[in-house]
Nanobody, 123 residues
Framework: QLQASGGGLVQAGGSLRLSCAAS????????MGWFRQAPGKEREFVAG????????TYADSVKGRFTISRGNAKNTVWLQMNSLKPEDTAVYYC??????????????????WGQGTLVTVSS
C-alpha cells in the first residue's frame, strides 16, 4: 500500500515536498517513482529512485528543480520540488515496483500506485 501526501497550493517559484509511505512490502529490492497527470494530458514520469537509493533519474522538465530521495528505513520516498512553475500543476502519483533497474524507472507500468496528491502552482 502506498500513501502519498504533501500536495497543495503554492505560488510560482515556491516549494513543496511530497512524501510517499509504503507498507506491506514483501521484498526490499523495490524501486519507487513519481508520476504526474495534468488535466487533459497523459500521465508522465517525473522522477524515480532505485531501492538502494544510489540511482535516481529525472524527467528533463524537472531536472535541477526536483529531488527524489528515500529515508534510511527505505519505506518512505520524498519528492522535493523547488522553483515550481504553473506547468507543474498536476496530480502527483507515487508508484512502486520490484527489481527495476535505473533505465526502466521511467516506464509507467509499476505494479503498485498511490492515490495521488494534487499540486497547484499559481502564476
Amino acid at each position: 500500500q502506498l500513501q502519498a501526501s504533501g500536495g497543495g497550493l503554492v505560488q510560482a517559484g515556491g516549494s513543496l515536498r511530497l512524501s510517499c509511505a509504503a507498507s506491506g512490502l514483501t521484498r526490499v529490492n523495490y524501486a519507487m517513482g513519481w508520476f504526474r497527470q495534468a488535466p487533459g494530458k497523459e500521465r508522465e514520469f517525473v522522477a524515480g529512485i532505485k531501492w538502494s537509493g544510489n540511482g535516481m533519474t529525472y524527467a528533463d522538465s524537472v531536472k535541477g528543480r526536483f529531488t527524489i530521495s528515500r529515508g534510511n528505513a527505505k519505506n518512505t520516498v520524498w519528492l522535493q520540488m523547488n522553483s515550481l512553475k504553473p506547468e507543474d500543476t498536476a496530480v502527483y502519483y507515487c508508484a512502486l515496483d520490484y527489481g527495476r533497474i535505473l533505465s526502466n524507472l521511467v516506464i509507467d507500468d509499476y505494479a503498485y500506485w498511490g492515490q495521488g496528491t494534487l499540486v497547484t502552482v499559481s502564476s
